[in-house]
């Protein structure tokens, strides 16, 4: 089961004594540790809210025969890539949340390309998880342990001395570098009540007409206008009439894929 963090007003999410939000930051900083994505999704209870950064790429698809057929049409398929999380949260009683969630992140990888009728498509290295678990509003739990090792290689050399047999390695130089990386994912799920449309400030409420001597002399069309506590709610009165209750939508807010 994920490690599950603890929140406190003043730390996003915490073990113990350890406010990993500032380790997190800290690492970023150094450049140890990259921010692939932070969305904040909302849902209904029991439905799925999904969300992506990257892109998509074309594969051709054969339809209506084989290869080596005059029948057959190519048609094109896009294959999302990316970082993407969907989950799927459910209600339960005193603000418990079942939460279902599946991150992904895949890359493009041309080492795994393949070729048909001479072009060249891409494979993908992905890395995936899901996992359903329950938690409280603000509470916060991750999932690691996605690891990923690159190895590279690089040779340079002088044009054509370094071709030579033999003598060659003299004009030529080799190396390599290995890399590790481990995918972090944070979700923090919270209840959300609905408002009602009197209690959203509009920007327009901080602006106001301008007086003649300000449009005239000043230049100005409009000027600030102060917005008194509660003063929102007196000038739109709610009605008196009782509203049905509605469902409180489940949101996943902050989740964010930290790699380093």
């Known amino acids: 089961m994920p490690p599950i963090f603890a929140t406190e007003p003043r730390k996003l999410f915490s073990i113990g004594n350890v406010n990993v939000e500032g380790t997190l930051d800290a690492l970023e900083s150094k450049g140890l540790l990259k921010t692939l994505a932070q969305p904040t999704l909302i849902a209904l209870s029991g439905e799925t809210?999904?969300?992506?950064?990257?892109?998509?790429?074309?594969?051709p698809v054969i339809q209506g025969g084989n290869n080596t057929s005059n029948n057959?049409?190519?048609?094109?398929?896009?294959?999302?890539?990316?970082?993407s999380l969907a989950f799927t949260p459910t209600v339960l009683a005193d603000g418990v949340i079942s939460l279902s969630v599946e991150p992904e992140v895949s890359a493009l990888d041309e080492n795994a390309s393949v070729q048909i009728n001479g072009l060249s498509i891409p494979g993908l290295r992905t890395r995936r998880a899901s996992t359903?678990?329950?938690?409280?509003?603000?509470?916060?739990?991750?999932?690691?342990?996605?690891?990923?090792?690159?190895?590279?290689?690089?040779?340079?050399?002088?044009?054509?001395?370094?071709?030579?047999?033999?003598?060659?390695?003299?004009?030529?130089?080799?190396?390599?570098?290995?890399?590790?990386?481990?995918?972090?994912?944070?979700?923090?799920?919270?209840?959300?009540k609905p408002t009602r449309p009197d209690q959203i400030a509009l920007p327009t409420d901080r602006v106001g007409d301008a007086t003649e001597g300000?449009?005239?002399?000043?230049?100005?069309?409009?000027?600030?206008?102060?917005?008194?506590?509660?003063?929102?709610?007196?000038?739109?009165?709610?009605?008196?009439?009782?509203?049905?209750?509605?469902?409180?939508?489940?949101?996943?807010?902050?989740?964010?894929?930290?790699e380093y």
């Open 49 to 59: 809210a999904s969300f992506l950064a990257g892109g998509e790429f074309p594969i």
């Open 132 to 192: 359903v678990l329950e938690l409280r509003d603000g509470e916060a739990f991750a999932i690691a342990g996605l690891l990923q090792s690159d190895f590279a290689t690089t040779v340079r050399q002088l044009p054509l001395l370094g071709s030579i047999p033999i003598l060659g390695s003299l004009f030529r130089s080799s190396g390599f570098q290995r890399g590790e990386t481990e995918l972090v994912i944070v979700v923090i799920p919270r209840l959300v």
């Open 72 to 83: 057959s049409q190519v048609t094109v398929e896009f294959k999302p890539f990316g970082v």
């Open 214 to 258: 300000e449009l005239f002399l000043l230049g100005r069309t409009d000027k600030a206008v102060p917005v008194l506590p509660n003063a929102k709610n007196q000038a739109r009165p709610s009605s008196s009439t009782p509203q049905p209750a509605q469902a409180a939508p489940a949101t996943s807010e902050g989740a964010a894929g930290y």
